[in-house]
């Protein structure tokens, strides 16, 4: 069975800091990984993935995130938060040859101006 | 279309009520989904189609849940006689293929009163 953790709740950190939201994923095989951004009341907008490759991706907005199999973890990074960055951040996974996604529970990111 | 375009983004329906949500995937898209966000953030997937047949439908309480996806219309779900636990916002998203990222809707919030 495929799944994510998401390991906080929220995530504080100051304008300018650098921000990382952790994700730590289970799955048989190799996985597609996801991350995703919900601001309130809207859908979620995709931001990276992994699916083969370079370890290191880059996405929407500066982020980027680093794929490590023996961690089995996918931390998202971004070198210096913007308030605007305060939003709700999903990591999910995807098995290969299954079709739904598995969601962590979310991560809170506030940025504090 | 560019995005996915969910109908309506809020819906009221009285406990016994019918509910029935509407989505347009991106054009083509092969592959749409439907998923139920509940509280705390969890995200539940209820369906999958592969064009217009169902690909994955092992996640849908199917006594009162149906969907569809027929060419030239709009995707649907629907729920026959709402109950209170049916309160959630419906994603509705689609993808090219099945190791593509998925692009989400705005949501449709579901209040059963």
């Known amino acids: 069975a495929q799944s994510v953790a998401q390991p906080e709740d929220q995530v504080n950190v100051a304008e300018g800091n650098p921000l990382t939201v952790k994700c730590t994923y289970s799955?048989?095989?190799?996985?597609?990984l996801f991350w995703y951004v919900q601001y309130p009341n809207r859908g979620l907008q995709f931001l990276l993935k992994?699916?083969?490759?370079?370890?290191l991706v880059k996405g929407s907005y500066g982020f980027e995130a680093e794929f490590n199999k023996s961690q089995t973890s996918f931390h998202l990074k971004k070198p210096s938060a913007l308030v605007s960055d305060s939003a709700l951040y999903f990591c999910?996974?995807?098995?290969?040859?299954?079709?739904?996604?598995?969601f962590g529970k979310g991560n809170q990111v506030v940025v504090i101006p | 279309g560019e995005e996915v375009a969910q109908t309506p983004k809020h819906l009221v329906r009285g406990e016994g009520q019918k509910a029935k949500l509407y989505c347009a995937p991106i054009?083509?898209?092969?592959?749409v989904f439907w998923y139920q966000q509940v509280l705390k953030n969890e995200f539940k997937f209820l369906i999958s189609?592969?064009?217009?047949?169902?690909?994955?439908e092992t996640g849908m309480p199917k006594e009162r849940f149906s969907a569809k996806c027929l060419p030239n219309s709009p995707c649907s779900l629907e729920i026959q006689a709402t109950k209170l636990e049916d309160s959630a916002v419906y994603f509705c998203?689609?993808?090219?293929?099945?190791?593509?990222?998925?692009?989400f809707g705005q949501g449709t919030r579901l209040t059963v009163v």
């Open positions: 992994y699916i083969t490759g370079d370890n």
């Open positions: 998203a689609s993808s090219q293929k099945l190791n593509t990222e998925a692009f």
């Open positions: 999910a996974v995807r098995e290969r040859g299954n079709n739904r996604l598995a």
């Open positions: 799955v048989s095989g190799n996985p597609y």
């Open positions: 189609f592969q064009n217009e047949n169902v690909f994955d």
């Open positions: 054009k083509g898209h092969s592959y």
